[in-house]
Structure formats: structure tokens, C-alpha cells
Nanobody
Framework: QVQFVESGGGLVQPGGSLRLSCVAS????????MGWYRQAPGKQRELVAT???????NYADSVKGRFTISRDNGKNTIYLQMNSLKPEDTAVYYC?????????????WGQGTQVTVSS
């Protein structure tokens, strides 16, 4: 069953901006932590940003000052605003939610959306 659906990826020039959206199948309050990960060709998946149910955020050093993660509880959606994009930001971006059940944390993922930064 699909948990998250990402959108907003595309082709953008260096220095440009994109806004990614992730719509959850249900209330995002059920996920204590949600976030964005990315995986570039030939590289391992890496954490980009996280946001908790109370709005606390964390960012990878590589995106601090350029990316902003946010949430809209009424729309069951999290966003990733990406500014000042660089070619090294090129990757498939995945929405992630961690669900705690019976003391076990389980990761749920979206299908991913491609972001390509190129001139």
C-alpha cells in the first residue's frame, strides 16, 4: 500500500529553486518523525532533512541555509523548499516516515521524485 506520494521534482538550472511535496495517505501525526532523503546515481541514500510532529527540524550540513522542510497538518503533507540548487543536489528525493508500533520503528517510503540540477 502506498504511504506517501512525492511530487515537484524536475529539471532546474544551478541557483534555481524547486518545492517538493509529499502527501501522506493518512494523518502525518502518526509519524513521530518525517523527512526527506535523496540518492544520487552511484551513491548511497542520504538524509536531507527531518521534521518532528511538533515541528523540530534538522538538516544535513550540505543543505543547511538552502533547504527548508515544513509541514501542513491539515493537508497531511510535508514540503521541501530547495533554493540555490547545485549540480550535486541532483538525485531522486524520497519522502520518509517512521512509524513506531510495539516498540519497533518502521520506515515508510514514497516512490521518489527526480531532481536534476544542470545548465
Amino acid at each position: 500500500q502506498v504511504q506517501f506520494v512525492e511530487s515537484g521534482g524536475g529539471l532546474v538550472q544551478p541557483g534555481g529553486s524547486l518545492r517538493l511535496s509529499c502527501v501522506a495517505s493518512g494523518s502525518i501525526f502518526k509519524y513521530p518523525i518525517m523527512g526527506w532523503y535523496r540518492q544520487a546515481p552511484g551513491k548511497q541514500r542520504e538524509l536531507v532533512a527531518t521534521i518532528t510532529s511538533i515541528g523540530s527540524t534538522n538538516y544535513a550540513d550540505s543543505v543547511k541555509g538552502r533547504f527548508t522542510i515544513s509541514r501542513d497538518n491539515g493537508k497531511n503533507t510535508i514540503y521541501l523548499q530547495m533554493n540555490s540548487l547545485k549540480p550535486e543536489d541532483t538525485a531522486v528525493y524520497y519522502c520518509n516516515g517512521k512509524l513506531l508500533r510495539l516498540g519497533v520503528s518502521t520506515d515508510y517510503w514514497g516512490q521518489g521524485t527526480q531532481v536534476t540540477v544542470s545548465s
